[in-house]
């Protein structure tokens, strides 16, 4: 959520801002300054009654005076109860606004995303190379009937050298993170309705989740946990910034027709994610996103798998996040790139959301600023290994980083 004094204070600033991102009509700023305009009289009026209720609390009361504080009352009750629909309908149009976004991102959207970085050469074959679902079926690394048969299409099953090779990839994931002393986190799974709006997910994606019966939504990312792991809380400045990182499977409805070069893993319902997540002081924000974007990196790199980071555009970016940067791996049989990390800084849009401050040195409170990177997701990983290192024989090497967990140096 953006402060609001910010769009009072810099208006025609942030409208041009998110005009990178969205369209004019979706900017009813004159609505939202107006709401806050009636907010501010209603609270003035209410606390002008609430002093003149007080100055007569010290005073004898005569009929005339119990007669006057009733009407008083009834007067601030009336106002109190308009103030809560007033505050109810500016925090309602306040979220529907995007975060702005960084003065370095683009407008636009896919389109105009920029690859900032290569690492390593696409591979080429001197020998016809399949692609995952074929190597995963024929090596029995996934079984995808009967996923599909127990859960629908879009789910799949790990079995065997494929489940090793999975857990393989969570372990090697956790033990990078671990090594840089951010804090292990294991969340529930299902969230609530205040905090998919916390994480930013509401009102905009509440199709995009699947929901119980009991009002509660299977996490998305642990991006959504993380995020609300200190919310309504002051922190300590001097303790920040704050670095955990969670394991959770992660559940999207992927609504919509499903296209062909989609099949497999590389679009499903449910996968596997390690997620960074950081609280961090204003000042440090961008320093963290380029810590985070590294170690994202990094954990690619260390697969030896080739890839390519792109910066995305305004409109490409998460309604919530200031900036954006995918990390995507190459899928030969696809022959384009496919993402399995988003690094994003929200800034201190998530934190007014979430209602989460930290005192800093004055002991004035201030929001946090809050970022995440997938850290990373699994679903996209093992066919891009599957097929940038299969073998004419119809083996696969297993990266060097795995063999420990897989016990196997090769997959036949």
């Not at 696409?122 to 190597?135: Q, R």
Request: charged content about 30%; hydrophobic content about 35%; aromatic content about 10%.
């Amino acid at each position: 959520m953006l402060d609001i004094n910010l769009i009072r204070e810099k208006t025609d600033e942030i409208k041009q801002n998110l005009l990178k991102r969205t369209t004019e009509d979706k900017l009813d700023f004159v609505t939202i300054l107006k709401l806050d305009d009636e907010r501010k009289d209603l609270i003035g009026k209410a606390d002008k009654l609430k002093t003149e209720r007080n100055k007569h609390s010290k005073t004898k009361p005569t009929p005339e005076i119990i007669e006057q504080m009733k009407k008083i009352g009834e007067d601030i009750k009336s106002f109190d109860e308009k103030l809560k629909k007033v505050e109810t309908k500016l925090k309602e149009t306040l979220a529907e606004l995007p975060n702005i976004v960084s003065d370095d991102v683009v407008a636009g959207g896919k389109e105009n995303n920029k690859v900032v970085k290569t690492f390593g050469d696409k591979p080429e074959f001197s020998f016809k190379p399949k692609d995952h679902v074929e190597l995963a079926t024929e090596l029995g690394l996934i079984d995808y009937e009967r996923g599909a048969k127990m859960s629908g299409s879009g789910f799949w099953v790990y079995k065997g050298d494929g489940a090793l090779l999975e857990w393989a990839l969570l372990n090697y994931f956790v033990d990078f993170h671990k090594k840089n002393n951010y804090t292990f986190i294991l969340p529930p799974y299902l969230l609530s309705e205040e905090s998919a709006y916390t994480s930013g997910h509401l009102p905009k994606f509440r199709d995009d989740l699947y929901w119980t019966q009991d009002k509660l939504c299977l996490n998305a990312t642990s991006e959504m946990m993380l995020g609300n792991y200190h919310r309504d809380e002051i922190l300590d400045g001097t303790e920040l910034p704050l670095k955990y990182y969670a394991y959770s499977p992660c559940f999207r409805r992927e609504a919509g027709s499903y296209r062909k070069e989609e099949r497999g893993m590389i679009r499903g319902h449910q996968f596997n994610k390690i997620e960074m997540f950081q609280f961090v002081k204003a000042e440090d924000s961008w320093e963290a996103f380029a810590e985070l974007l590294a170690n994202a990196e990094k954990l690619v790199e260390g697969l030896g798998l080739h890839y390519q980071t792109a910066q995305l555009a305004a409109g490409d970016c998460s309604a919530a996040m200031a900036k954006t940067n995918d990390i995507e791996v190459w899928i030969p049989s696809m022959e384009i790139y496919k993402e399995v990390s988003s690094v994003s800084n929200a800034l201190d849009y998530q934190a007014r959301r979430g209602n989460v401050k930290y005192k800093d040195e004055d002991g004035k409170k201030q929001f946090v600023h809050t970022l995440n990177a997938s850290g990373l997701a699994t679903s996209r990983l093992i066919p891009a290994i599957l097929e940038q290192f299969q073998q004419e024989d119809g083996g696969v090497v297993v990266p060097e980083v795995l063999r420990g967990w897989v016990g196997k140096d090769i997959l036949k």
